[in-house]
């Protein structure tokens, strides 16, 4: 069952919400709205369900919603129609409707919230920004101290605990946020764009580290972004938004292939595909390969040549006329391209893109896919320019729009 | 013109009026705010002028050294007061600290809450606003009737004239202070849980903190900035002594008692600055 489960959400900020109501539901804009009521519709029609353990990030660009629909899930944002459902031991509350005491219990032991600018307290030390959230349940002081210390190991902070928020680094200052959210063990994380205000290189090791940690803690985190490279490395489902309503809502690899409309589309022409599309999307399916004299032939000039049994096993291999056996991919590549030269190489469908590139790199051949031993498909120079060309948009017309989206994107 | 002027509006009259009729049903109230601030002020001074010179005087030195950490305010502090004790102005001088401190504590025992109401209510925010102005721009002899007619002479209405005066800095900078906390930190508080209680106890006050400091720091000297001109309603201490040598154009006893007035001011200035802003700093 779903942890969280949005049932057409809607959220209206203003007086006239009623009014707007009735526009939007008659299928008004959110600029009709806005002229005719003066209020602002914030998410439309919200409908979502996100399973236990699963990163699920909002992404769009700013003032899409994303984060305003964050902010209903711990009531920041008091819904105005429609039903939240949190799973909790069993039965299912309704955030839209539950009362003040109830939201509070949530708040303390369940959701935590990291956010964008971090909201450090700067008159506590980082050890005591840290038991925020316990001082504020009530816990002793003493049990404070050692769920503290503990936060603080898991993020690598503890001997910083007695200096001042503005003493650390942005990125140092984002564990502090990190550990303050999980210092009262709730199940589920919010997190508010928490990496954009960091420069590149620690936004990424912050996102390495997010991801290394969600392994052990196994955490429901709803993730807000406006960059879809960043959203598809940690999502494990992405939903994109668009003038407050959910436009897609996919595993980011769908989304990669099969944009719903323009909007996504542009996102995607802007994506970085090597960690995002994988080999069985990228391959040639061997049904669509052609047999000559009984062999497949791969590679430059056919150099590869590839007999199968009955059931699609690999039989007997040859490069350049010498046989060769066929060898398993590692998954990183150990020892580099001097040891994988001049081999022929299996993989299962699951390899990414860059991957893929790595592997036709280091070993000079194509990467032949492999599924329970079968063969389902290669990976070739061909396979990986048709990639690559199918992010940068097939036609001028279509290159020139993806610019005006990363302008967009800034402003 | 002549019709203008011949039609005049009693606006004078209708305030008096209506200083009577207030009067006239809540002298009782008037009576026991007079009772009670009477009291207060002239224990303070009772205590103060019971303790020693010389072991007052030690005891400011070492307030100060145990909120500066520092030797060189007191030893600042000590010959100026010895100076004063030496003019003879010791007993004014306590009485016109008693007067001081009092209307400090009464500005921020109402104002701090005012200041975090109107930071909270935007209406109160709005209604609150002209009355601060009125307190801040309105002469202060003007005033200075009516408390008489409510508190009687003597040092109670001096006091009450002080604090319409001195209280507005710390609404305005407890105002300031906490409707000047980030959206963010709110965010955070409520995201945790915080109940409003909380709220406000553990980010809107902390963050507010150093400018609510500044804000009773002012009402301070604001307020001994008012000691000449409550000793014209009775209130003893160094304003007295100002208004008698004006009186009789005594210059050397002028001289001495602004002399005494202005030690007052730098000690009190000097003690309540804060010294490093260290923990608050942002």
């Not at chain 1, 769009?60 to 209903?72: E, F, N």
């Not at chain 1, 595993?251 to 022409?269: S, T």
């Not at chain 1, 061909?382 to 989206?405: F, H, P, V």
């Amino acid at each position: 069952m779903a942890v969280l489960e949005f049932k057409s959400v809607d959220l209206i900020f203003g007086r006239a919400w009623q009014e707007a109501l009735c526009l939007v539901d008659e299928g008004a804009g959110r600029e009709a709205v806005l002229e005719k009521t003066g209020a602002v519709v914030g998410v439309h029609d919200a409908n979502l369900a996100i399973e236990e353990g699963e990163i699920c990030v909002l992404m769009g660009l700013s003032g899409s919603g994303k984060s305003s629909l964050l902010r209903c899930i711990n009531g920041l944002n008091p819904i105005t129609r429609g039903e939240l459902l949190i799973d909790d031991g069993g039965h299912r509350i309704d955030i839209a409707s539950c009362d003040a005491a109830t939201l509070r219990r949530l708040r303390t032991d369940r959701i935590a919230m990291v956010f964008q600018q971090f909201a450090l307290m700067p008159w506590r030390t980082v050890a005591e920004n840290v038991g925020f959230g316990l001082e504020l349940k009530g816990v002793s002081k003493v049990e404070r101290t050692a769920r503290v210390a503990e936060k603080l190991d898991l993020v690598g902070l503890s001997q910083w605990r007695d200096k001042y928020a503005h003493e650390l680094s942005g990125g140092m200052q984002q564990r502090v946020g990190l550990a303050r959210a999980f210092a009262t063990d709730g199940d589920i994380l919010l997190m508010d764009e928490p990496f954009s205000a960091l420069d590149p290189l620690i936004r990424q090791h912050l996102q390495d580290e997010l991801m290394e940690l969600q392994q052990r803690l196994k955490k429901t985190i709803v993730f807000v972004s406006h960059d879809l490279d960043e959203a598809m490395k940690i999502g494990s489902h992405i939903a994109i938004m668009e003038s407050g309503r959910i436009v897609q809502y996919g595993r980011p690899e769908e989304i990669a292939l099969n944009p719903a409309n323009d909007y996504v589309a542009r996102f995607v022409a802007h994506m970085n595909p090597m960690n995002v599309l994988r080999g069985g999307s990228l391959m040639t399916p061997l049904a669509a390969l052609a047999e000559t004299g009984g062999a497949l032939r791969l590679g430059a000039g056919g150099r590869v040549a590839l007999r199968l049994s009955a059931d699609r096993r690999p039989e007997r291999l040859t490069l350049a006329g010498e046989t060769v056996t066929l060898r398993h991919w590692d998954g990183s590549g150990e020892g580099g391209a001097a040891a994988w030269r001049d081999s022929v190489v299996a993989a299962s469908a699951d390899i990414t893109m860059g991957e893929a590139i790595l592997i036709r790199h280091m070993s000079g051949n194509p990467v032949l896919l492999v599924e329970d031993g079968q063969m389902i498909g290669v990976v070739g120079d061909e396979e990986i320019y048709r990639g690559l060309l199918r992010q940068t948009g097939k036609s001028e017309g279509g290159r020139r729009d993806a610019n005006r989206m990363g302008d967009n994107r800034d402003g | 013109m002549e019709w203008l002027t011949s039609h005049k509006i009693p606006l004078g009259r209708w305030i008096e009026d209506g200083v009577d009729v207030v009067y006239e049903h809540s002298f009782w109230f008037f009576d026991a705010i007079s009772t009670g601030l009477g009291f207060v002020i002239e224990g303070l001074i009772a205590i103060l002028l019971w303790l020693p010179a010389l072991l007052l005087i030690a005891m400011i030195a070492g307030l100060a050294f145990a909120l500066h950490r520092n030797w060189r305010l007191p030893l600042l502090i000590v010959p100026a007061l010895l100076l004063v004790a030496n003019m003879g102005y010791w007993e004014e001088m306590v009485e016109t600290i008693a007067l001081v401190l009092t209307s400090t504590a009464v500005c921020v025992l109402i104002g701090v809450p005012l200041g975090i109401a109107a930071a909270h209510r935007p209406w109160f925010q709005a209604g609150l606003r002209p009355v601060l102005d009125l307190m801040q721009t309105i002469p202060t002899f003007v005033y200075l009737i009516p408390t008489m007619v409510f508190f009687g002479l003597g040092v109670v209405p001096g006091l009450i004239s002080t604090v319409v005066f001195a209280m507005p800095a710390p609404i305005r900078l407890t105002y300031l202070g906490v409707s000047g906390v980030p959206r963010e930190l709110i965010e955070a508080g409520e995201a945790f849980g915080a109940t409003p209680g909380q709220l406000l106890r553990k980010v809107e006050l902390p963050y507010a903190m150093p400018a609510i400091m500044t804000g009773i720091t002012q009402c301070i000297m604001l307020s001994l900035s008012m000691v000449v001109i409550a000793a014209l309603v009775g209130a003893d201490g160094l304003g007295k002594e100002v208004v008698r040598a004006l009186n009789s154009a005594d210059i050397a006893r002028g001289f001495e008692s602004g002399l005494a007035i202005v030690i007052v001011a730098i000690l009190l200035d000097r003690i309540c600055k804060r010294a490093d802003p260290g923990a608050g700093g942002r």
